[in-house]
């Protein structure tokens, strides 16, 4: 079963316009990343926060990570028409055996 | 430094056949995992291996095996192929175990059952 879920599972906004998406998990976790995936290729790793990290910033990209509410969330500012693809969060669950758990994603699409 | 490369990318099999992906690591990570994303399951993680040793097995049948070798080049074997094996297989490594960082990703092999 999937540890994490991202929502929304689709997402369509205009270049320039900030994209949000949401991950929630079950588990306690060591760190929970992102990733980001063009249509049939790898996935492509983002950024990396941990459990006792609350936010964090890459460029135009913004995570938080609420461990009381055991979400996440990934805010892409000035979106750009490259930046369509699909969105995945995976946690390290704390206490586990250190692999990672994929939620099924966002897909994101900017128009130009 | 080169990426993780897998071999092949595409590929068509049927029913009944076997099939093996090769995966080749970053230079210098050790730790290879295997991953099987399809459009309904998302990413469903299959196993891991760090110095020929598999450390972690998904929820997946007999039929999915993997090994790894001495350079850290890992394949992994479907065999006895079901329609619902199609999929984008993906390799992954890691320098070490522990701290579960950052992997990096093979571009995938697309395997196609007819």
């Known amino acids: 079963s999937q540890q994490g879920e991202e929502d929304p599972q689709a997402l369509s906004i205009q270049e320039g316009e900030n994209a949000t998406m949401n991950c929630s998990y079950k588990?306690?976790?060591?760190?929970l990343q992102w990733y980001r995936q063009n249509s049939g290729r790898g996935l492509v790793h983002l950024i990396l926060?941990?459990?006792?990290?609350r936010e964090k910033h890459s460029g135009r990209l913004r995570v938080t990570l609420d461990t009381s509410k055991k979400s996440s969330s990934l805010l892409i500012t000035a979106s750009r028409a490259a930046d369509t693809a699909s969105y995945f969060c995976?946690?390290?669950?704390?206490?586990?055996?250190?692999?990672?758990?994929f939620g099924k994603g966002t897909k994101l699409t900017v128009n130009p | 430094k080169a990426g993780v490369t897998q071999t092949p990318r595409y590929l068509i099999k049927t029913r009944g056949q076997q099939v093996t992906l090769s995966c080749s690591p970053i230079s210098g990570h050790r730790s290879v995992s295997w991953y099987q994303q399809t459009p309904g399951q998302g990413l469903q993680f299959l196993f891991e291996?760090?110095?020929?040793?598999?450390?972690n097995k998904g929820n997946f049948p007999g039929r999915f095996s993997g090994r790894q070798f001495s350079n850290s080049r890992s394949e992994m074997n479907v065999s006895t192929l079901e329609l619902g094996d199609s999929a984008l297989y993906l390799c992954?490594?890691?320098?070490?175990?522990?701290?579960?960082?950052?992997?990096?990703f093979g571009e995938g092999s697309r395997l196609t059952v007819l």
């Open positions: 926060i941990r459990s006792n990290e």
């Open positions: 291996y760090f110095s020929e040793t598999q450390r």
């Open positions: 995976a946690t390290d669950i704390l206490g586990g055996s250190e692999k990672l758990v």
């Open positions: 992954a490594s890691r320098p070490v175990l522990g701290d579960a960082g950052e992997l990096f």
């Open positions: 588990t306690s976790i060591n760190n």
